[in-house]
Protein backbone atom coordinates (compact mmCIF):
# COMPACT_ATOMS: atom_id res chain seq x y z
CA UNK A 1 0.00 0.00 0.00
CA UNK A 2 2.69 2.32 0.67
CA UNK A 3 4.14 1.68 -2.54
CA UNK A 4 1.22 2.62 -4.31
CA UNK A 5 1.26 5.50 -2.34
CA UNK A 6 4.71 6.63 -3.02
CA UNK A 7 4.52 6.13 -6.90
CA UNK A 8 1.37 7.86 -7.32
CA UNK A 9 2.79 10.69 -5.21
CA UNK A 10 5.64 10.29 -7.90
CA UNK A 11 3.35 10.64 -10.54
CA UNK A 12 1.97 14.16 -9.27
CA UNK A 13 5.40 15.84 -8.83
CA UNK A 14 6.21 14.70 -12.29
CA UNK A 15 2.82 16.11 -13.65
CA UNK A 16 1.80 19.33 -11.84
CA UNK A 17 3.85 22.06 -9.80
CA UNK A 18 1.99 24.04 -7.15
CA UNK A 19 1.98 27.68 -7.57
CA UNK A 20 5.48 28.64 -6.59
CA UNK A 21 7.21 25.71 -8.54
CA UNK A 22 5.86 27.13 -11.26
CA UNK A 23 6.90 30.64 -10.64
CA UNK A 24 10.48 29.45 -10.18
CA UNK A 25 10.61 27.85 -13.02
CA UNK A 26 9.97 30.47 -14.86
CA UNK A 27 12.04 32.57 -13.03
CA UNK A 28 8.85 35.22 -12.96
CA UNK A 29 7.41 37.34 -10.47
CA UNK A 30 4.25 36.64 -8.60
CA UNK A 31 2.55 39.31 -10.52
CA UNK A 32 3.78 38.64 -14.03
CA UNK A 33 2.98 34.60 -13.26
CA UNK A 34 -0.39 35.84 -12.04
CA UNK A 35 -1.39 37.73 -14.92
CA UNK A 36 -0.44 35.09 -17.58
CA UNK A 37 -2.99 32.70 -15.32
CA UNK A 38 -5.38 35.55 -15.73
CA UNK A 39 -5.23 35.34 -19.30
CA UNK A 40 -5.48 32.57 -20.09
CA UNK A 41 -1.29 32.30 -21.24
CA UNK A 42 -1.26 29.35 -18.30
CA UNK A 43 -3.82 27.01 -17.19
CA UNK A 44 -4.36 26.05 -13.73
CA UNK A 45 -6.13 23.48 -12.48
CA UNK A 46 -8.31 23.32 -9.07
CA UNK A 47 -9.17 20.54 -6.58
CA UNK A 48 -10.74 22.32 -3.74
CA UNK A 49 -8.41 24.44 -2.23
CA UNK A 50 -5.23 23.18 -4.12
CA UNK A 51 -4.13 24.94 -7.78
CA UNK A 52 -1.89 22.94 -9.60
CA UNK A 53 -0.23 23.66 -12.96
CA UNK A 54 0.99 21.01 -15.74
CA UNK A 55 3.85 21.33 -15.42
CA UNK A 56 4.27 20.48 -19.19
CA UNK A 57 2.94 23.32 -19.98
CA UNK A 58 5.55 25.11 -17.48
CA UNK A 59 8.40 23.51 -19.05
CA UNK A 60 7.35 24.37 -22.60
CA UNK A 61 6.48 28.34 -21.88
CA UNK A 62 9.99 28.55 -20.41
CA UNK A 63 11.62 26.68 -23.58
CA UNK A 64 9.56 30.01 -25.49
CA UNK A 65 10.05 32.76 -22.96
CA UNK A 66 13.92 33.76 -25.00
CA UNK A 67 11.89 34.05 -27.99
CA UNK A 68 8.82 35.95 -26.18
CA UNK A 69 11.07 38.06 -24.13
CA UNK A 70 12.90 38.97 -27.49
CA UNK A 71 9.66 39.75 -29.34
CA UNK A 72 7.65 41.98 -27.18
CA UNK A 73 10.81 43.34 -25.33
CA UNK A 74 13.28 43.86 -27.93
CA UNK A 75 14.60 46.75 -25.57
CA UNK A 76 15.53 44.64 -22.78
CA UNK A 77 18.39 42.72 -22.70
CA UNK A 78 18.97 40.05 -20.02
Not at 20 to 37: P, R, Y
Not at 55 to 64: G, L, V
Request: proline share 3%.
Amino acid sequence: MIKKYEEQLLLLDNMFLSTQEAIDCLEVSKQCFHSLVARGKIQKIRKGSAVLYYADEIMERKRQQPWLRQKYRPFQEE
